[in-house]
Each structure stands twice: as C-alpha cells, then as structure tokens.
C-alpha cells in the first residue's frame, strides 16, 4: 500500500470531510503501490521523471501503441505511464488488448489487474490477478496487490491472508508490513496495527509513507506523544503536532472509528495527488 504522499499532506483537509479523509488515508493508499509495483523494470523507468517528460513519453508510447496496438512492451510501458498520470480508463483499455492477445501472459495480466483495480474496478481485477500468478510460483508483489483489493472491498480477514503470504516469500519488507497494519487498523486491531507498523517503520528501508502510516495508528490508539515524535522523523514539529491533532479530533467523535469502518465498504477509491 503504497501511500505515496507525505503524512502532513494527507491530513490538511477540511474538517467536513473528517470521515472520508481518513478512508482515503488508509485506504486509497493501498493500491497506490504495491511494494515495487508489480511491473517493477518499467516502474524503474518512470521514477524521478518531470512531468514534462512524462508527457513528451505519452506522446511517444502513444504513437509507438498505434502502429503496433497490444505489443507486450509497448503496451506496459504506455499503460504505466497513462497510469502515472492518472489517465486510469485509458491504461485499461490498453492492458485489456495487450491481455486480450496475451492471455497467458502473467506480467500482462499483473498489469491489467493492478490497473482494474486503481480504476476500483476490485471484483474483475480479483479474477484477473488470480491469472498472474500460480501457488507453485506465487508473486509476492501480486499477493500485496490482492490483499489490497481484498482490503478494499472490506474483506480484511482475507487481504491480512494475502499480506501474511506475502511476507512468507519477502520476510520483512516494510512496505508488505505497513499494508498488513493497516488492514489490522480498519479490522479494529489497533495494537496489531502498531506492532506490524513499529517492524516496518523501524526497517532501514522504510519511507516517509510507512512512518507516516506508523505515527496515524499510533495516534487512533491515542498514543499521541508518540505519534507526534513518530511523525517529526519526516516533518516539522509543528506539522506532525497538527496532524496528530487532526486525527484526535477525527477518533474523539462518537462513534466515528465505526462509521469510518462502514465507509470503506463504499467509498470509491481515490488516487492520491501525483
């Protein structure tokens, strides 16, 4: 789950929309990134592009997609690169042609899947990424992709499944561990969230994004000191203070963290801003 902003940027929101905020934190992060992408070579090619260039690549891609629609490498590369930029249905249409003349193709169909599924299309992108991959030759990036669609689709029980399995072929990976303790946080598992969070932000791999995700559970246990002193190893003190603060007003309501569970079952997902 790649929540691929930064923690203080995620929680400068308006206070009317407390509730969806915090959906779109823990769970439109999930399919943001799942740890190296599942096309990791062509994700490799994007990162750290301008998006001059990522524009000038479309352009490019897309004039190489059109004398030679469905070829395997073109399409992947143009398909991510739609996807980088938030052109969702069009990288669908792509990696479905690709798909349709690759059906047996198990990169295709991780792409294809992982697409369906930024676009929250989540049941057809389930039934595509069984396709990617077979239990005597499982894929550790599409186990991490399932259990993120499984989160999303509430299914939790099940996502926590596919991270678990996940961890078993990628011991440690902070990413795999910030997905499995966020799963734990919308299960109401809050100190099985911290536990799973405190390994991956502890990791010396661990992005800003998997300790931002550490200091919001830690703050929805009410461990607030904590969570500010988690959250300032990437922000000032003055932002990580106002987003703990944030998160205390959310989880101080009512019934909030219940409503909050419910939401997720129906809320779309959201891209978050590139």
Request: charged share 20%; net charge positive.
């Amino acid at each position: 789950m790649d929540l691929s902003v930064p923690f203080a940027a995620r929680f400068k929101f308006r206070r009317s929309a407390v509730a969806v905020a915090l959906v779109a934190v823990l769970l439109g992060g999930c399919l943001k990134r799942d740890p190296g992408d599942i096309t990791g070579s062509i994700n490799q090619q994007v990162r750290g592009m301008t998006d001059a260039e990522k524009r000038l690549a479309i352009e490019q891609l897309g004039r190489q997609y059109e004398k030679t629609p469905g070829e395997k490498r073109v399409s992947m590369t143009y398909a991510r690169m739609l996807r980088d930029v938030g052109q969702i249905n069009q990288a669908i249409a792509v990696l479905q042609a690709a798909a349709a003349k690759f059906p047996n193709d198990q990169e295709v169909a991780a792409a294809y899947g992982k697409a369906l599924a930024d676009g929250g299309r989540f049941n057809e992108a389930k039934e595509v990424l069984a396709r990617a991959h077979t239990p005597d030759r499982p894929n550790w990036r599409v186990l991490s992709t399932q259990g993120a669609i499984a989160d999303q689709m509430g299914r939790h029980t099940e996502a926590q499944q596919y991270y678990q399995a996940a961890l078993q072929l990628q011991p440690g990976d902070p990413n795999i561990l910030s997905n499995l303790g966020l799963s734990y946080a919308l299960s109401n598992r809050l100190p099985d969230a911290e536990q799973a969070l405190r390994q991956a932000a502890s990791h010396p791999g661990a992005s800003p994004q998997v300790r931002g995700n550490f200091a919001l559970v830690l703050a929805l246990e009410g461990k607030y000191k904590e969570a500010e002193q988690a959250a300032a190893k990437d922000l000032s003190p003055a932002d990580a203070q106002a987003n703990v603060t944030f998160v205390r007003s959310m989880t101080a309501q009512k019934n909030n963290w219940r409503q909050l569970q419910a939401m997720n079952r129906s809320a779309p997902a959201k891209r978050p801003p590139q």
